[in-house]
């Protein structure tokens, strides 16, 4: 009887966890977007609005931080500790991602009137990548898609491309337009931002995958060979 009670209010902490999860999704998802939008209609009203939501999401990862603690002392195992394990690294990158999303207003708002027209369109599109590749992993982790999950580690490459051309192409510019550099210097900060958006996009679908199929794929590529040395295979 008391594992019975037990389980079910497992049960219930782990469904109210995935629904605050999704309602901290949907904030973040929000909140980059705008900061995006904000960036490419020079929306300054907008740009400035972005950051001051931020204490919400703060509060949140406060929340599920405390939520998730609690239905671990109900001792889950299997696809349940699972699930934690993955809820509790979502928020993190959640949360990161919010931060982020103030951080491109703020750079954004600097450069307004003098934007690097090129640059501005290869950053644009990095952007649309970046929030796309968010909204991919988190609808991969409410429907336990591990196909979709692996189609938003690829696209991190094409954003990590991008990144690379707007970097160059900004560094060109402010070697032979000195009165670029400031607004230069700004774009490269939000190229920035957006790469790690894009990474902590990926980070989710790695954790949708060792949630449903119990596989730890992160950073498979670089330890494969140290894995492969030692003979471990697990």
Do not use: W
């Not at 960036?39 to 406060?62: G, S, Y």
């Not at 934690?84 to 959640?94: E, F, G, H, S």
């Not at 400031?182 to 931002?193: D, E, G, K, R, V």
């Not at 957006?194 to 950073?219: T, Y």
């Amino acid at each position: 009887m008391i594992r019975e009670v037990m389980d079910q209010k497992l049960k219930n902490s782990l469904e109210n966890i995935k629904l605050e999860l999704l309602e901290m999704a949907a904030h973040v998802e929000r909140n980059i977007s705008d900061a995006v939008l904000a960036l490419i209609e020079k929306d300054k009203e907008l740009a400035e609005a972005v950051p001051q939501r931020d204490p919400v999401v703060d509060l949140m990862e406060i929340s599920l931080d405390r939520h998730c603690h609690g239905a671990l002392t109900l001792r889950p195992i299997g696809s349940d500790l699972r699930f934690l394990a993955t809820a509790l690294k979502i928020v993190k990158d959640l949360e990161r991602v919010g931060d982020l999303a103030g951080d491109i207003c703020k750079h954004a708002t600097k450069v307004f009137d003098d934007f690097p027209s090129r640059e501005l369109v290869e950053t644009s599109t990095m952007a649309r990548i970046a929030v796309r590749m968010l909204g991919r992993a988190l609808d991969a982790f409410v429907n336990r898609d591990v196909s979709l999950a692996r189609e938003v580690m690829d696209d991190d490459d094409e954003v990590d491309r991008l990144h690379d051309l707007v970097f160059e192409s900004l560094c060109t510019a402010m070697r032979h337009e000195s009165d670029k550099i400031a607004s230069a210097t700004h774009l490269l900060y939000i190229a920035n931002f957006l790469e790690r958006v894009g990474d902590h996009s990926a980070n989710i679908a790695e954790m949708v995958i060792f949630m449903v199929d119990g596989a730890d794929v992160r950073h498979f590529e670089k330890v494969k060979p140290l894995i492969q040395a030692r003979g471990d295979s697990d």
